[in-house]
């Protein structure tokens, strides 16, 4: 080995992240998004959005249980814990609270 070799340079510590935190999570994360009609069409575009955006989803459905389990496994496979699919029928009002419920049982809050 030869000592003319000049030393190893010191390693470059990273900057801290925190500050950066809000960006790279999305401007939504933290928050808990439910989205009525969500499994197909123009509902889960938005739950794809609010997804992409940082945020969990809960997707509703009435009729469309496949498409809402296909949609929240895709949202899952990029990010796991963040999305769940709920069914039921909005004209039932007692229905309604379930909703909520559900939400709050799943992610512990219900923000959007």
Do not use: W
Request: hydrophobic content about 55%; proline content about 8%.
């Amino acid at each position: 080995m030869s000592t003319d070799a000049p030393p190893p340079a010191a390693p470059i510590a990273a900057p801290p992240i925190a500050p950066f935190a809000g960006l790279l999570a999305g401007p939504l994360a933290g928050k808990v998004a439910l989205v009525t009609g969500a499994a197909r069409r123009v509902g889960a575009a938005i739950v794809r959005s609010f997804h992409a955006a940082g945020a969990c989803v809960i997707v509703h459905y009435h009729h469309s249980a496949a498409a809402a389990a296909a949609l929240v496994a895709d949202l899952e496979s990029r990010r796991p814990n963040s999305a769940a699919s709920i069914g039921a029928d909005l004209l039932a009002t007692a229905q309604l609270g379930e909703l909520v419920s559900f939400a709050t049982g799943r992610f512990g809050r219900l923000d959007i």
